[in-house]
């Protein structure tokens, strides 16, 4: 079973960045859509940004402009710069892929998208 492995997680005081990276030998980057989804506890998983097959980029509101998603399609690996960091963007932080070109909604992250991780800590302090 293909697997993505996140990594870059860590503690910052607000205001602080962060880049998260997310690796995998199963899958083509190119040829899939790849997000990054977060959880924080007691809340529900949500997305936080998308990136088509073709490098097409999608945000939550909440991070827009904040946070950038990139991939190296060479080096199969999925980064989220992570800016101007808020004490509510404390979670833990997943990638996943959907078999598709297009990027499914986050709404159906638990039957379109795969390859779930253990996910890398992000804490942001006030």
């Known amino acids: 079973q293909v697997r993505l492995v996140e990594s870059g997680g860590g503690s910052v005081q607000a205001g602080g960045s962060l880049r998260l990276s997310c690796a995998s030998t199963?899958?083509?980057?190119?040829?899939?859509?790849l997000a990054w989804f977060r959880q924080a506890p007691g809340k529900e998983r949500e997305g936080v940004a998308g990136?088509?097959?073709?490098?097409?980029?999608t945000y939550a509101g909440s991070v827009e402009g904040r946070f950038t998603i990139s991939k190296d399609n060479a080096k199969n690996t999925l980064y989220l710069e992570m800016n101007n960091l808020k004490p509510e963007d404390t979670a833990m932080y997943y990638c996943a892929a959907a078999l598709t070109r297009g990027c499914p909604p986050p709404q159906a992250a638990a039957s379109q998208y795969r390859g779930w991780g253990q996910g890398t800590q992000v804490t942001v302090s006030s």
């Open positions: 199963g899958y083509a980057y190119s040829d899939v859509c």
């Open positions: 990136m088509t097959a073709d490098g097409v980029p």
